[in-house]
C-alpha cells in the first residue's frame, strides 16, 4: 500500500473532475483517493511521495496499432490508399523481416508517451510473445486477411493455430481477440466464421472498414481502384465484392467491435457500428492515407477512440503526439473544452473500448495511472489544455501498481 500525490489529478470522471494537491492510496487497486496531506495523516504506514508542479491521470488507452510494422520509416507511398496499399504489398516483406528490436523500441516508446492498454493487430504472430510479457494491457487482435475461395481452408486452420498461440498467454492482462482485415480483402466465409467464433468464445473484434471512398465504390459498384487491384495485382479475371456494406455490417451484430478509420462512412453507418461498438480515429494515418480526417461530429465524441495505427502509416506510436494532432486538426472545437474531450476518449471511452477496469481514477479501478512532470502551476480552468500542449514523456507509469519505467 503507498501513497503518491502531485499537484494536479485528472480524474477523468464524466465531470472532468480535477483534484488539487491530492493523492491516490493504492495496492493493485486503487483505494482512496482525497487531500493528500489527508491521505498522509491517515495511512501514517503508507509510503509518500509528492510530484509538485505536475499531473497524474489514468493511463493512455491506444486501441488500433500494428507493432509488427515498427521497422518501418520511409519505405511505404503516402497521399491515397492505393499508392499506399500498392507499396505495402511490394516492399512489406523487407519491412516485416527483423522486427524484433523495432517492436521493443514500440512498446516503450508507448509507455514512455503514458499509454498503459493497447489494441494491438498481429498479423503474423511476431509480436506474440513480446506483447505478452511486457506491462502492457492488450487485447490481442489476431488478424485474418484473404480473398482467394481455394485458401479458405488453409487460412483457417492457419488462424485457429495462431489464435490457438495467442490463448496461452490469456490473462486478465492479456485478451485474445480476432481482426477481420476488411471487407475488400476477407472472404465472407472466414468472416462469418470467424466472427462467430468470436461471439461464442466471447472475444473482442476489430476490422479495417471504409478507410477510403475506393473501398465504398468498390463495395457498391464493384468498380474502380480495387476492381484493377484485384486484376492486375491478384490475377483475378472477373472480380466481385465479397459484401454489400450492409451484409458486413450484419455479420458483427451483436458484438462488440472497433471499427477502424470509417472515413467513408455515412451516418447510419455510424449508427449501427456504435449499436455494440465502438469507432477508431487514427487522424495521422488518415491524413498520410486518405488525405483527410474523421467527421467527428457526426460520429458523436461518445463514440470515438483515438489510436496511433502502426509506424506503417504513421511518424512515430507516441500516443502523446497523435493527441495533440487531434487538438489542432479539429478547429471548429473550442481548445480548452476539446482537449478535455479528447482526454476522456484516450482514458475512460479507451479502457471501457477495450474491457479494462481502469482509464478513471476511482476507488476500486486497477492503479494505472501516468506522471507528468510539467514544472508550472497549469492556467485555471484550461488544465486539459495545458497538459496536451506541454505533456512529453511520462516520469513514471503504474501499471496494477507497479511503476514500469522504474
Ligand atoms: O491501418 C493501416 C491502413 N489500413 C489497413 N491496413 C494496415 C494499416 N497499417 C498496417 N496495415 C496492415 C494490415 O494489417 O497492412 C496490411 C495488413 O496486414 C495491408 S493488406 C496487404
Ligand atoms: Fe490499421
New binding site residues.
Given amino acids: 500500500m503507498q501513497i503518491i500525490g502531485a499537484s494536479y489529478l485528472f480524474l477523468c470522471d464524466r465531470e472532468f473532475s480535477i483534484l488539487k494537491n491530492a493523492g491516490l492510496l493504492f495496492d493493485t487497486r486503487i483505494l482512496a483517493i482525497g487531500d493528500y496531506e489527508v491521505l498522509r495523516q491517515t495511512y501514517l504506514d503508507a509510503k509518500a511521495n509528492f510530484y509538485e508542479y505536475s499531473v497524474i491521470l489514468p493511463t493512455f488507452a491506444n486501441p488500433h496499432i500494428?507493432f509488427e510494422?515498427s521497422a518501418n520509416k520511409m519505405s511505404f507511398a503516402y497521399g491515397g490508399f492505393d499508392r499506399w496499399?500498392d507499396s505495402?504489398?511490394a516492399r512489406?516483406d523487407e519491412v516485416l523481416a527483423d522486427s524484433t528490436q523495432a517492436i521493443k523500441e514500440s512498446i516503450k516508446e508507448q509507455i514512455r508517451s503514458g499509454v498503459g492498454m493497447v489494441g494491438a493487430?498481429s498479423?503474423y504472430g511476431d509480436d506474440l510473445e513480446l506483447l505478452a510479457k511486457s506491462p502492457l494491457k492488450v487485447n490481442y487482435f489476431n488478424?485474418i486477411?484473404g480473398s482467394n475461395p481455394s485458401a479458405i481452408d488453409f487460412l483457417y486452420n492457419h488462424f485457429l493455430k495462431r489464435l490457438d498461440d495467442s490463448m496461452q498467454y490469456k490473462s486478465s492482462r492479456f485478451k485474445p481477440g480476432i481482426a477481420i482485415?476488411?471487407p475488400y480483402?476477407v472472404h465472407y466465409v472466414l468472416a462469418k466464421k470467424l466472427l462467430n467464433l468470436a461471439r461464442d468464445s466471447n472475444l473482442p473484434t476489430s476490422v479495417?472498414f471504409l478507410?477510403s471512398e475506393l473501398e465504398r465504390e468498390w463495395l457498391e459498384k464493384e468498380s474502380g481502384w480495387f476492381k484493377q487491384f484485384y486484376q492486375e495485382r491478384l490475377g483475378v479475371d472477373n472480380p466481385r465484392a465479397l459484401y454489400s456494406i450492409n451484409e458486413f455490417l450484419e455479420l458483427f451484430s451483436g458484438l462488440n467491435t472497433l471499427f477502424?478509420?470509417t472515413l467513408a462512412a455515412k451516418n447510419d453507418e455510424w449508427k449501427k457500428m456504435c449499436e455494440g461498438g465502438k469507432i477508431v480515429t487514427?487522424p495521422r494515418?488518415n491524413r498520410l492515407?486518405n488525405n483527410r480526417l474523421l467527421d467527428i461530429e457526426a460520429v458523436g465524441l461518445d463514440n470515438l477512440v483515438i489510436a496511433t495505427?502502426?509506424k506503417?502509416?504513421n511518424v512515430n506510436l507516441n500516443y502523446l503526439d497523435e493527441l495533440q494532432m487531434m487538438l489542432f486538426s479539429y478547429a471548429n472545437y473550442d481548445c480548452a473544452v476539446f482537449a478535455k474531450d479528447i482526454l476522456a476518449m484516450a482514458t475512460r471511452q479507451g479502457a471501457l473500448a477495450l474491457g479494462f477496469n481502469s482509464g478513471v481514477l476511482k476507488e476500486g479501478m486497477s492503479a494505472d495511472f501516468s506522471i507528468f512532470k510539467l514544472g508550472s502551476i497549469l492556467y485555471d480552468g484550461q488544465e486539459a489544455l495545458q497538459f496536451l500542449l506541454h505533456a512529453r514523456e511520462a516520469e513514471a507509469v503504474y501499471i496494477d501498481g507497479i511503476n514500469v519505467l522504474g
Fill in positions: 500494428h510494422f496499399l505495402v504489398m512489406r493487430i498479423s488478424e486477411i482485415h476488411s480483402s479495417h478507410e477502424v478509420h487514427c494515418s492515407l495505427d502502426g506503417s502509416s
